[in-house]
C-alpha cells in the first residue's frame, strides 16, 4: 500500500465521525465575486418548416477530423488524503433488505445512429417535454413521440439547424434541456473554428415542436469581453433554471488541443425569453482559485424548481482527486457573482482507464474520456421538501468498487449533495460496479437523475472482454439503503463489435449522456446512451425508466355508500418493492404538472370527484353515487400520474339500495288523533338516519329498520305524498299516498228536558261537521243517554 493510501486509509474513522456529523462540508467562505454582463446581438428567428426546407452545404464537413484530434483536459496532480477507501458514501456494509427493483425499462427506440450523421463520437443527448422526446447527435437532431413513433416536426442536420448563427462553420458537442418553468426547449452548441469560436443557442417557441412552431437562435463569441482570447471553448455542458443558462467549457490553444483554463457563462434567461439582445456574464479561469481549487469541466447545473434563487456549477478538482468544486451564482438573473470554491470531499476516486470491450479482431479500447462529471441536476424531492443535487461521472475501481488506480475496471459513482444554498454536504454516494474477478464488465459514460419521489436512476454505457458495448441502467429507490446501488439491469444488449479505423490511439466513445424527468409526471425518467447497435456503428437509444406501482388500495372508510350519496372515502394501500402512491403536487409559483393520482370506482355508476394525496399510503377520494347506480361491492383503481395503476384485489366499497314505504300502503286513509304504525326498510349495514316527510314537512325521524308511530293532529288534515329522505337529503324513497279525515261532532241537541217512555222510539239528530277543534263519545248509564261535548 502507498504512503498516500496508508495515510488515507488511516483517516477514513475520521471521515466517517465527520460525515456523522452531516457528510463531508464545504470549504469556501461563499462571498460573491461579481461579473460584467454584456449585451451581444438579438435573435434569429425561423419555422420548423423554414429549417426542415434548408439542406446543409459541404462547409461545414471539415470539422469532424479536427474535433477527433482534441486532447483531454489535463489530469489531476495529487490525490485527497481524507478521501475513504469505500465504494459508497455513508459508509455501511448494507447488510439489511437487499435494494428493491428500481426503475423499469419502458419504451425504447433507436433515436440517431452513425449513418444519420457521419459524426464520431455522436455526443448522446435527449429531452423530454410534455409529449414528445427529442434526440440530438453530433450532426442530426430528431423529434419522436413517448411511445417512439417518429414525428414530422424536425428531423434535420444541426448545421442546418444553427445555419442562420454559425456562419460558414460546423456544429459540435450538443447539449438539450426541456425547461419546464418557461415552457421551451434550449439547445446549446459550439462552432468548430480553430480560434475564437462561439457558443450558440436555440430556444423554442413552445412546449411543442411542430412545422408551425419556430425557433430563435443566438450566438456569442467565447471571448467577447476579451477574456481567453484567441482559444477554442470545448465541450460546453449546460443547466437551466428560473433565471439563467449556466455553460461551462474547457479552453484550448486550438481546437486540436492544448488546455488552457475552464469558463463559465451565465446566459440571462429574460434576454432570450424576450427575443434579445442576449446578455451573457463570464467567469474565467475556474480551474484555479488561487488556493489549489479549481473546477475541472464545469458543470452547468439544472433546477426547476420556481422558488429557486441561486445557479450552480460543479466539477470535479482540477487538482486533487477524491474532491468535487461548487461555485455559486448568486443574481443570476440581473448581475450575477459567484462564490469562492465550495469543495467537498468524496471516496476515493481515480482516472478512468479505456474500456475493453469484445471485438471481432484485434482492436481499440472505448474511450472513457476521464473523470469529469457528465451532467449535473437539482430537483426536489415532492415527499420531503428537500432539493438535492444528483451528478456522477466514470471512474477506475477494484473487484469491491473502490475508486483506485489499477483496480483493472471502470465503474459509475454517483452522488447526491444537500445544503446547497448554505454549507454543500455530501448526503450519500455509491458506485456501480462489476465484482467478477473475469471478464468484468465496466460501467461508464454514466448520468443520473433523482425525480420528485426521491428515486435515482442512472444510464451507462457497458462492455467487457466479452461483452459487446451495450446500455445498462441502474438506480436506486428513495427506501434503500444509504450509498447502495442497485445491480445494473442490461437495457440493450449489443451483439455486434465496434472497430472503427481512427486517427486517435482510442475509439472515440461518449463525450457524454443523459438522464432526465419527464415534466409530466415527476416520476418517469428517461436516459439516452449509445451503444454499438449494427458492425462498426454507433446508435444513441431512447430509454424510457418507469416507476414501481402504487400502493394496493387494501381497505377504504367509509365501506358502505347509499345510491345518491356524495362522501370522502379514505383509501389505504399497502406497500411492497417500493409501490407507492405519489402526486408531484401543486408547485406553488411554478407552471405545475399536468399528470395528477386519479382513481376508479369500478362498476360503473359512482363519480370520483377528485383525489387527494396525503402519503404514500393513503389518499381520499371524493365520489357521488348516482341514483340509478346498482347495488353490491366495487373494487378500487389508483392510477399514479405515470399511467402505473394498482387494482384492490377484492371489492372494498359497498353501494347500498335507498330506504322505501313498507307501512302505509298506497292510497291509505288515516283519521285524526288515531295512532298509525309506519315502518322503514332500506339495504346496507351502517346505521343509517332517515326522517318521514309529508310533502315537504318533516313529522318525524326513524333510523334503519326502526319502528315509528304516526299520530295526526287537527291542521294535518288533507291528502298527503309519504316519502323516507336519509339526513343528507340526497336519497329519497318510494312515494305512498295517505289522506287524513277529522271526525263528526254533534251540531244539534235533544231539548233538555225531553222525556220519553220506555219502549218508546225517539229520534236524534247529530249533525257532523269538520270541526276539529270537537270529538264525540256517545254514553249509556241506566236508562238515560248523556253526551259529553
Not at 426542415?52 to 495529487?78: F, I, P, V
Not at 392510477?639 to 372494498?652: E, K, M, Q, T
Not at 291542521?715 to 298527503?720: L, Q
Not at 263528526?744 to 219502549?759: C, D, E, K, L
Amino acid at each position: 500500500m502507498s504512503s498516500a493510501r496508508l495515510v488515507r486509509f488511516c483517516l477514513t474513522i475520521l471521515v466517517t465521525m465527520i460525515g456523522a456529523a452531516g457528510g463531508f462540508a464545504a470549504q469556501g467562505n461563499g462571498k460573491g465575486t461579481p461579473g460584467t454582463p454584456w449585451s451581444g446581438g438579438v435573435g434569429i428567428t425561423e419555422t420548423v418548416e423554414q429549417i426542415m426546407a434548408r439542406e446543409e452545404g459541404d462547409d461545414a464537413k471539415s470539422h469532424e477530423h479536427e474535433r477527433r484530434l482534441r486532447l483531454h483536459t489535463g489530469e489531476h496532480s495529487q490525490e485527497n488524503p481524507f478521501a475513504p477507501f469505500v465504494p459508497q458514501w455513508p459508509i455501511g456494509t448494507n447488510s439489511g433488505p437487499a435494494p428493491l427493483l428500481p426503475q423499469v425499462t419502458g419504451v425504447s427506440f433507436l433515436g440517431a445512429q452513425l449513418s444519420e450523421s457521419a459524426e464520431v463520437p455522436p455526443d448522446s443527448m435527449g429531452a423530454v417535454g410534455p409529449s414528445q422526446v427529442a434526440v440530438i447527435v453530433n450532426g442530426r437532431i430528431k423529434l419522436f413521440s413517448k411511445t417512439g413513433g417518429s414525428q414530422s416536426g424536425l428531423n434535420t442536420t444541426t448545421d442546418a439547424l444553427f445555419a442562420s448563427v454559425r456562419g460558414a462553420n460546423g456544429t459540435s458537442d450538443p447539449h438539450m434541456r426541456y425547461d419546464r418553468l418557461s415552457g421551451r426547449w434550449f439547445i446549446v452548441m459550439i462552432t468548430i473554428v480553430k480560434h475564437s469560436n462561439s457558443i450558440l443557442i436555440a430556444m423554442s417557441s413552445g412546449p411543442t415542436i411542430t412545422n408551425g412552431s419556430s425557433f430563435t437562435f443566438f450566438q456569442f463569441p467565447q471571448d467577447f469581453d476579451g477574456g481567453d482570447a484567441g482559444l477554442f471553448a470545448d465541450y460546453p455542458t449546460l443547466g437551466v433554471d428560473k433565471f439563467a443558462l449556466y455553460i461551462g467549457v474547457n479552453n484550448f490553444l486550438s481546437s486540436t488541443g492544448g488546455n488552457a483554463t475552464r469558463t463559465g457563462f451565465v446566459v440571462r434567461k429574460s434576454s432570450l425569453l424576450a427575443g434579445g439582445p442576449i446578455v451573457v456574464t463570464s467567469f474565467r479561469n475556474l480551474d484555479d482559485d488561487g488556493h489549489g481549487n479549481g473546477i475541472k469541466t464545469p458543470q452547468g447545473v439544472d433546477n426547476d424548481d420556481p422558488a429557486a434563487t441561486e445557479g450552480y456549477f460543479i466539477g470535479v478538482d482540477s487538482f486533487t482527486i477524491g474532491k468535487l468544486d461548487i461555485r455559486r451564482i448568486s443574481d443570476p438573473g440581473g448581475n450575477p457573482a459567484i462564490s469562492s470554491s465550495l469543495t467537498l470531499t468524496v471516496p476515493s476516486t481515480a482516472p478512468p482507464i479505456p474500456q475493453a470491450h469484445k471485438v471481432d479482431q484485434l482492436g481499440k479500447k472505448l474511450d472513457a474520456v476521464s473523470d469529469r462529471l457528465f451532467a449535473a441536476a437539482l430537483h426536489k424531492n415532492k415527499l420531503t421538501g428537500a432539493n438535492t443535487l444528483c451528478t456522477a461521472h466514470n471512474i477506475e475501481v477494484d473487484a469491491t468498487g473502490v475508486g483506485v488506480a489499477g483496480g483493472g475496471r471502470n465503474g459509475s459513482r454517483w452522488y447526491e449533495i444537500g445544503n446547497l444554498t448554505t454549507t454543500p454536504t455530501l448526503i450519500q454516494a455509491g458506485t456501480l460496479f462489476d465484482s467478477a474477478t473475469l471478464n468484468a464488465k465496466g460501467y461508464w459514460m454514466p448520468s443520473v437523475a433523482i425525480s420528485g419521489q426521491g428515486h435515482m436512476a442512472l444510464g451507462c454505457s457497458y462492455a467487457a472482454s466479452n461483452a459487446f458495448a451495450g446500455v445498462a441502467v441502474s438506480g436506486r429507490l428513495r427506501t434503500d439503503p444509504s450509498g447502495a446501488t442497485q445491480p445494473a439491469t442490461l437495457a440493450i444488449v449489443s451483439s455486434t463489435s465496434y472497430n472503427l479505423d481512427e486517427t486517435d490511439p482510442l475509439h472515440r466513445w461518449g463525450d457524454f449522456s443523459q438522464v432526465v424527468i419527464d415534466p409530466s409526471d415527476d416520476m418517469t425518467m428517461w436516459t439516452f446512451q449509445e451503444y454499438c447497435n449494427a458492425n462498426n456503428s454507433w446508435g444513441v437509444r431512447a430509454v424510457q425508466l418507469k416507476s414501481p406501482a402504487p400502493a394496493t388500495p387494501a381497505t377504504i372508510s367509509p365501506a358502505s355508500l347509499m345510491v345518491g350519496q356524495s362522501s370522502d372515502l379514505i383509501i389505504t394501500g399497502t406497500s411492497s418493492s417500493g409501490s407507492e402512491f405519489f402526486d408531484p403536487g401543486s408547485d406553488p409559483g411554478g407552471p405545475g404538472y399536468p399528470n395528477h393520482i386519479s382513481a376508479a370506482v369500478n362498476g360503473g355508476g359512482v363519480t370520483v370527484n377528485s383525489v387527494t394525496f396525503s402519503n404514500i399510503t393513503n389518499i381520499i377520494l371524493n365520489v357521488t353515487v348516482a341514483s340509478d347506480a346498482i347495488a353490491g361491492g366495487r373494487t378500487i383503481t389508483v392510477i399514479n400520474p405515470d399511467g402505473h395503476a394498482a387494482n384492490s384485489p377484492s371489492p372494498l366499497l359497498t353501494i347500498t339500495a335507498p330506504p322505501s314505504v313498507t307501512v302505509p300502503p298506497q292510497n291509505q286513509t288515516v283519521a285524526q288523533g288515531v295512532d298509525t304504525p309506519l315502518s322503514v326498510s332500506a339495504s346496507g349495514t351502517a346505521p343509517l338516519s332517515y326522517q318521514w316527510r309529508f310533502n315537504a314537512g318533516a313529522i318525524a325521524a326513524a333510523t334503519n329498520s326502526s319502528y315509528t308511530r304516526l299520530n295526526p293532529q287537527c291542521a294535518d288534515a288533507g291528502a298527503y305524498d309519504v316519502v323516507i329522505t336519509n339526513d343528507l337529503g340526497s336519497l329519497t324513497s318510494s312515494v305512498a299516498n295517505l289522506t287524513i279525515i277529522s271526525p263528526p261532532f254533534i251540531s244539534a241537541q235533544p231539548p233538555a228536558s225531553q222525556i220519553v217512555s220506555a219502549g218508546q222510539a225517539a229520534t236524534f239528530t247529530v249533525g257532523a261537521a269538520n270541526d276539529c277543534g270537537h270529538g264525540l263519545i256517545v254514553r249509556q248509564s241506566a236508562a238515560r243517554f248523556d253526551y259529553i261535548e
